[in-house]
């Protein structure tokens, strides 16, 4: 028994059977981080010729986040993938620095933004997320609460029309007042309906994808089983017109057609779903003035008509001369204009950043978005359970789509919706929406990711562990699969060496080729 | 500071975020290349067992018996033996499950190593092993059947590289 482990090259065992280090996670972290403090010493440094206001606070913060996160992550979901925490942080520092220079700039247009407070929201944030990976231990048992977190996602979207705690502001009924805090229930709705439909379609899609007639090379789905979809149809349309919120309307049903198409492979539902929302936008477009006003600026945004009315495209419009202001390379942090736009630290945080940074800064915070939705339907794509597929499938969808309708909407692409920009924008319930989704993300990614036989959800073998000890390692590197000791053990086998396998495939890259 | 200082920074600060993103998709590129089972790493790991295979051919054989912590993980992948468990056809289609040298439990249950959501599937289906440098198919009493070649699967039998197994509306086959 001793004999052989001298022959085995220690490196090689230690190598396979330690959990990742996380060094390519660690070191896209500082550089994330000093992304975000450069960010805001350069604002001060603009601004003032000094370092800004609240700037070891801010710098503190964001470390100190980003330390416990990647630290949580490592001891609770070690195979997770290393690239989206990071994403995450780094969009996280630029907006805060981004509200910190509307605050410092101490203009009218400033009024309302408050980097301290966001800091404190993304704090609780990372809080959150931090919980939800220590005590989620495995996403599919989120599966059982499919029905609840219906029944969580029309109550949380019905709350703010209740009186007494539903409150109206700039036009939309979508916040509740508790206390001194105003939340905005329907951020956490969009969470709780990806679980929602990600259990409801993981159960019903073979009659989805199965039944119905062909027409024209295009396989419909049966009237009955249109239901579902025409009761989401139908409550976003509701929350259209009852909450004047175009934007989360947008989202909800742009989230329930994307996982009908990731459920059931059908090309029929994408086109469903866009016939029903393109009529359902015309008739809102017709039928409610705010929804035709939105409309009207977008297509005659520089009538100047338009541009003077009130609420009309004055506010896009001057989005777009501070993205021209800022051209290829941006006028630096600090030195632009952003604050003339209202809401230029929430919903046009967008073009406040593209003045500032220019194409080339925002090309790299798209690309940014871009690799943290593809390391989501990648997660999406490895997951070996249905539910964790269409989880992770919702999840990136919703963040891809955000980005578009915000993106496309102040660069004039779409109509104007106000949905926030995901970890950058200002606002407390997005924020703590946005790392709830994160949360779920790294969770789902780790069991995709996780070698089959990690003590992480394979019990350790009790009997036969002794013989197979390898000196100098502890006892755990022996594992079965639960539900499988008498399969395994009687073939008299040695059962694992969890020494040299593929599954170091999934292990922590090492570092080298990160730092070069 | 200067307007210099300021454009130098100005320009940094973009640097500092591609140097990010660049970053970033290096990670993503080297998980790629090694998913796909052909990462430089993993080509020198093979390099290796097959030179720590080569050089005590004479001794090897007998040699194997009492080594039961090298033999195992050579044996199973060694030079052509297959790393990944792929599924190549059903709703789960595009999943690869990385082989180790344990075995794989196919089903409907949620503690098994491939969880089947699929309503023609039993909850403990079928599993697929390592014995003496070889995978085995077996399945386990299953009400629908195991098929390989549009056979029914009955008791263990060997299970080669690249032969698809059906079980319910899924097929999997184990890849080089």
């Known amino acids: 028994m001793s004999a052989p482990v001298q022959t085995l090259n220690p490196d090689r065992v230690e190598g396979a059977t330690r959990r990742p280090m996380r060094l390519a996670e660690l070191w896209l972290l500082v550089l994330a981080v000093a992304a975000g403090i450069g960010a805001f010493a350069l604002v001060g440094l603009a601004l003032h010729d000094s370092l800004p206001h609240h700037f070891w606070f801010e710098s503190l913060s964001l470390a100190a986040l980003a330390l416990v996160a990647h630290v949580v992550v490592r001891i609770k979901a070690p195979y997770a993938d290393q690239t989206i925490l990071p994403a995450v942080v780094l969009l996280n520092g630029v907006g805060l620095a981004m509200i910190l220079r509307i605050q410092e700039s101490g203009t009218r247009g400033a009024a309302g933004a408050d980097v301290v407070r966001n800091t404190q929201w993304s704090a609780l944030g990372v809080v959150l997320a931090c919980l939800v990976i220590w005590f989620l231990k495995d996403h599919r048992s989120l599966r059982k609460l499919t029905y609840t977190a219906m029944i969580a996602s029309l109550v949380l979207l019905a709350l703010p029309l209740l009186p007494g705690i539903g409150r109206s502001i700039n036009g939309a009924r ?61 409550a976003s349309l509701a929350v259209l017109v009852l909450q004047s919120d175009l934007g989360t309307s947008l989202l909800l049903f742009g989230i329930f057609v994307a996982m009908l198409y990731l459920a059931t492979q059908r090309f029929s539902w994408v086109l469903i779903g ?240 990160v730092g070069q | 500071m200067s307007e210099l200082t300021f454009t130098l920074l100005r320009l940094g600060y973009l640097v500092l975020l591609w140097v990010f993103v660049l970053t970033a998709i290096g990670v993503l590129r080297r998980d790629l290349s090694t998913r796909a089972g052909g990462g430089a790493k993993e080509r020198r790991r093979h390099r290796d067992a097959e030179r720590a295979a080569a050089a005590p051919v004479p001794a090897a054989a007998p040699a194997s018996a009492p080594t039961p912590v090298a033999a195992p993980q050579s044996a199973p992948r060694g030079a052509t033996g297959p790393t990944r468990l792929v599924v190549v056809a059903g709703p789960l289609q595009g999943t690869s499950l990385p082989l180790t040298n344990s075995s794989i439990l196919i089903g409907r249950s949620p503690g098994s190593t491939l969880v089947l959501d699929d309503d023609y599937s039993s909850s403990r289906h079928a599993r697929i092993f390592p014995q003496g440098g070889q995978w085995f198919l077996e399945d386990l009493g299953s009400t629908n059947g195991t098929f390989v070649n549009d056979q029914r699967v009955t008791g263990v039998v060997p299970l080669p590289p690249g032969v698809g197994v059906q079980i319910g509306r899924s097929v999997v086959e184990l890849q080089g």
């Open chain 1, 274 to 513: 866009l016939v029903l929302f393109a009529g359902g936008a015309w008739v809102a477009s017709q039928m409610f003035a705010h929804v035709g006003w939105r409309v009207n600026a977008w297509l005659n945004a520089f009538d100047p008509a338009v541009f003077n009315a009130r609420g009309g495209s004055g506010q896009l419009v001057g989005g777009l001369f501070g993205m021209a202001n800022g051209g290829l390379f941006g006028t630096g942090w600090g030195q632009g204009f952003p604050y003339l736009v209202p809401f230029s630290f929430s919903d046009f945080i967008y073009t406040s950043l593209a003045e500032e940074l220019g194409l080339t800064g925002m090309l790299a915070i798209l690309t940014v978005y871009l690799v943290f939705v593809e390391r989501g339907l990648r997660t999406a794509l490895t997951v070996r359970d249905g539910f964790g597929k269409l989880l992770a499938g919702g999840l990136a969808f919703l963040i891809a789509l955000q980005v578009f309708v915000i993106v496309g909407g102040v660069t004039r692409l779409l109509p104007l919706t106000g949905v926030t920009v995901p970890f950058m924008a200002q606002g407390g319930t997005s924020m703590l929406a946005s790392w709830l989704l994160i949360a779920l993300l790294l969770r789902i990614s780790d069991a995709a990711r996780r070698p089959s036989y990690d003590p992480g959800i394979a019990q350790i073998a009790a009997t036969p562990v002794a013989e197979h000890v390898i000196p100098g390692r502890d006892n755990t590197g022996v594992i079965v699969i639960p539900g499988e000791n008498g399969l395994n053990s009687h073939d008299g086998e040695p059962l694992t060496d969890p020494g040299d396998t593929s599954t170091t495939d999934v292990l922590a890259p090492v570092p080298s080729g």
């Open chain 1, 174 to 234: 979508i916040w509740i007042h508790l206390g001194a805090f105003s939340v905005q229930p329907a951020e956490f709705a969009k969470i709780t309906l990806v679980i929602f439909f990600a259990g409801y379609l993981v159960t019903n899609r073979d009659t989805l994808a199965l039944a119905g007639p062909k027409v024209l090379g295009l396989q419909l789905p049966r009237i009955r089983d249109l239901g579902p979809i025409i009761l989401v149809w139908a």
